[in-house]
């Protein structure tokens, strides 16, 4: 069977004026795969580390969707979606898609919300990249490019700083025990037609083995005077081996042997078929001696 998932179709950037009204003119589209039957909830929550954030501040009120508990696949509108007196400029909120069943499934999208109509912007490639390490503790690194899409007279026109943070689940905080992290440069000049290729390096540091969601927060403040502020989420992957996205549900029980063991895991493998009932003759090897009352 594959592990059931569910994923949304969510455009990079959505407009709305400073103080306007688009409740129900923005949707986008949830699907699934075809293991997965449960519902999907969303939400929305402003960038934890901008404090002029229209969300934040109340200049754009709290977003709702309907359907409220949404079954893939599907359309979900934002039922709300309106400001009052916002700034002018380029923020960032982040979509979440819960699903309670039947596995507990939290997915994250960044939206950059575009108010007042900024036409100097700009883009990057590498959201959702990954960086690998075979070991724990080692160093992985990347690259990621920035750049300006108009190049006539609507370039960016400003400087654009970057850092590492963590991802949009622990807003923003990064993982207990990562290593060394550096971008280089961590800071450019965006001019007409610029293209700006910046190299990451993410130390492993202590953590175990696994995939750890971070975040490349890119701001900076055009030649209009506005502020220009994208997310862009990537993962650190440590010491994890291949997948098919498959697996193969076993309902019942067996006799298991352990092979070896370790503070983090435990391998073994049955050694008995499987039975419905825990206590079937076939086993009996399986079961501690103990007494057992009688009357």
């Known amino acids: 069977m594959a592990i059931p998932d569910f994923q949304y179709s969510v455009a990079g950037t959505v407009s709305i004026g400073t103080t306007e ?37 109340g200049k754009l009120a709290p977003l709702t969707f309907a359907p409220d508990g949404a079954t893939p696949p599907t359309t979900v509108a934002w039922t709300t979606f309106r400001t009052t007196t916002a700034p002018v400029g380029i923020s960032t909120i982040w979509l979440k898609g819960h699903s309670p069943s039947p596995y507990l499934t939290d997915h994250y999208y960044p939206v950059a919300v575009n108010v007042g109509g900024v036409v100097r912007d ?22 990621m490019s920035f750049s300006t899409p108009n190049k006539t007279g609507t370039y960016f026109g400003g400087t654009v700083n970057l850092t590492v943070e963590g991802g949009a689940e ?40 696994g995939e750890y969601p971070l975040t490349i927060r890119a701001t900076g403040t055009n030649s ?28 019942g029980f067996a006799v298991f042997r352990i ?16 039975y419905a009932d825990m206590n079937d003759p076939a086993l009996r090897r399986g079961q501690v001696a103990r007494l057992v009352p009688w009357d």
């Open 21 to 57: 009204d688009r409740d129900g003119l923005v949707t986008m589209n949830i699907t699934k795969n075809t293991d997965f039957l449960g519902q999907v909830f969303t939400t929305a929550f402003p960038d934890w580390d901008d404090a002029t954030n229209p969300l934040a501040t």
């Open 122 to 143: 700009f883009t990057s490639t590498g959201a959702g990249q990954v960086f690998a390490m075979a070991a724990t503790g080692q160093t992985a690194t990347g690259t």
């Open 170 to 209: 622990a807003n923003g905080v990064l993982p207990t025990g990562i290593g060394t992290i550096s971008v280089s440069p961590s800071s450019f000049m965006l001019s007409k037609g610029d293209v700006h290729t910046v190299t990451i390096s993410l130390g492993g540091g202590t953590l175990g083995p």
């Open 224 to 251: 209009d005077g506005q502020k220009v502020t994208r997310l862009v989420p990537i993962v650190l992957d440590i010491a994890t081996a291949g997948t098919s996205n498959q697996y193969v549900d076993i309902l």
């Open 259 to 274: 092979a070896t063991m370790d503070s983090n895991a435990v391998y073994g493998y049955a050694i008995s078929g499987t």
